[in-house]
């Protein structure tokens, strides 16, 4: 139950495609959803985060979409760059429980955006 | 130096050795975390420090020994590893053990494991 599923694997986009990665969950306690992008050799960076009581959030080039019935959360990257090439976690975590603040990943999604 | 380091960057070791690796932050912050990362798997939380106080250990085997002296440096020590243990392995750091703090991680120590 404390699982997230990031889908697909890897995702290959021409240079202003929109690629658009998807994450589901079970546990209907999580309140927090961040994605986080890691370039080779770095470690993951906060990209941007989204709290239940709203559907949508952007910024810049990058949305993040929530459907809280269906216990999805999905990430858009509009006109998309070859800069944008890297690996893009999803995660979740919630501010109760013997799961305090942990955060869970999902397996993460390659992009490569070709020029 | 600015934000999460790490040191080494890469590590081989065997079986019998021990090892360490270092984390220092400079960005202030009180919590510090170690992640193991796979690949083609999640990230996995294996310690949490707050305040240079352990909060969370997600049953990790006792061959991985973490040690915080102060709130911005965090050593993971090895001995007797297995081959399974290779992996990139990050330190985070964050405000607080606050679930919506931001975590901000450094670059890894890829360890592998003869």
């Known amino acids: 139950q404390q699982q997230v599923k990031q889908s697909p694997q890897s995702l290959i986009v021409q240079k202003g495609g929109i690629p658009i990665i998807n994450c589901a969950y079970e546990?209907?306690?999580?309140?927090?959803f961040p994605w986080y992008q890691q370039f080779p050799g770095k470690g993951p960076a906060l990209l941007i985060a989204?709290?239940?009581?709203?559907s949508e959030k952007k910024e810049g080039r990058f949305t993040i979409s929530f459907n809280k019935s269906a216990k999805q959360f999905s990430l858009h990257i509009m006109d998309s760059q070859p800069g944008d090439s890297a690996t893009y976690f999803c995660a979740a975590c919630y501010a109760g429980g013997t799961s305090y603040g942990k955060l869970t990943f999902g397996q993460g999604t390659i992009l490569t955006v070709h020029p | 130096e600015t934000g999460v380091t790490q040191t080494p960057r890469h590590l081989v070791m065997g079986m019998t050795n021990k090892k360490s690796l270092k984390c220092e932050q400079h960005l202030g912050h009180n919590a510090m975390y170690w992640y193991k990362q796979s690949a083609k798997k999640p990230l996995e939380l294996m310690f949490v420090y707050n305040f240079k106080e352990q909060t969370e250990n997600n049953s990790v085997p006792s061959r991985f020994s973490p040690e915080c002296p102060n709130s911005s440096h965090l050593f993971l020590h090895l001995h007797t590893l297995q081959p399974e243990d290779s992996a990139l392995y990050l330190c985070?750091?964050?405000?607080?053990?606050?679930?919506?703090?931001?975590?901000?991680f450094g670059p890894g120590t890829r360890l592998t494991v003869l």
């Open positions: 985070a750091s964050s405000q607080d053990w606050v679930p919506y703090n931001e975590q901000f």
């Open positions: 989204i709290r239940p009581d709203v």
């Open positions: 546990n209907t306690a999580f309140d927090y």
